[in-house]
């Protein structure tokens, strides 16, 4: 069955700090991997994707993400966060093989300290 | 950037009673999907819709609940009779191409069943 784990519900983090959000994945096929942010009050909005080929994919406002297909890993990063990044991001999965479905992690709750 | 409305932003109904959700989806987007997160939970696909059809739909999807989108109007999700367990927050989102990921969400319907 395909799953996405975020293990960590909060992180909290000072302006100014680097930042890795953690994304774990299970399917046995080709993924397609995405990170979408929530601010609050706003729908979700795409931050960045991956289908194929180089395994990091940058994303907007200086996310980027690695995909790693020996640790299912598709993890998000950022080198010096702001105020602003305060939001719930989620990582999500859609298989390859022609089905519909998102399917979403639980979502990481980021604060980040001024 | 392209917005998806959904109105309303919050429904309280009794239980029974029918609800429908309404979803203005990106004026050039031809697949349109909802999507349900029951709070503290993670979100959970629904349904998809193209060309005036159910393409794909979960087990979440009852037989209580519908969908349309009459004359290229409003696309709207409709549950009768409502019951306690469909208390959410339901998210409409759609998209341009089929089975890309890339989806605009709307910021949520919450709706609350007494």
């Known amino acids: 069955a395909q799953s996405v784990t975020q293990p960590d519900a909060r992180v909290t983090v000072s302006e100014g700090a680097s930042l890795q959000l953690r994304c774990k994945y299970s399917?046995?096929?080709?993924?397609?991997l995405f990170w979408y942010v929530q601010y609050p009050r706003q729908g979700l909005q795409l931050l960045l994707k991956?289908?194929?080929?180089?395994?990091v994919v940058q994303g907007v406002n200086g996310f980027e993400a690695e995909f790693s297909k020996s640790n299912s890993s598709f993890h998000l990063r950022k080198a010096s966060v702001h105020w602003s990044d305060s939001a719930v991001y989620f990582c999500v999965l859609s298989a390859s093989s022609g089905s519909w479905q998102l399917i979403f992690g639980s979502g990481t709750q980021l604060t980040v300290m001024p | 950037g392209p917005k998806v409305l959904q109105i309303p932003s919050h429904q309280i109904i009794d239980m029974g009673q029918m609800v429908t959700l309404n979803c203005d989806p990106v004026s050039n987007h031809l697949y349109f999907y909802w999507y349900k997160q029951i709070l503290g939970q993670q979100m959970e696909f629904l349904v998809n819709?193209?060309?005036?059809?159910?393409?794909?739909k979960s087990k979440l999807f009852k037989d209580q609940f519908s969908v349309e989108r009459p004359d290229g109007s409003y696309f709207t999700l409709k549950i009768q009779p409502t019951a306690l367990e469909d208390s959410a927050v339901y998210f409409c989102?759609?998209?341009?191409?089929?089975?890309?990921?890339?989806?605009?969400f709307g910021e949520g319907s919450k709706l609350t069943v007494l």
């Open positions: 989102a759609s998209s341009r191409g089929a089975n890309t990921g890339q989806l605009y």
């Open positions: 991956y289908y194929s080929g180089d395994p």
């Open positions: 819709f193209y060309n005036g059809k159910v393409m794909e």
């Open positions: 399917y046995s096929g080709t993924p397609y």
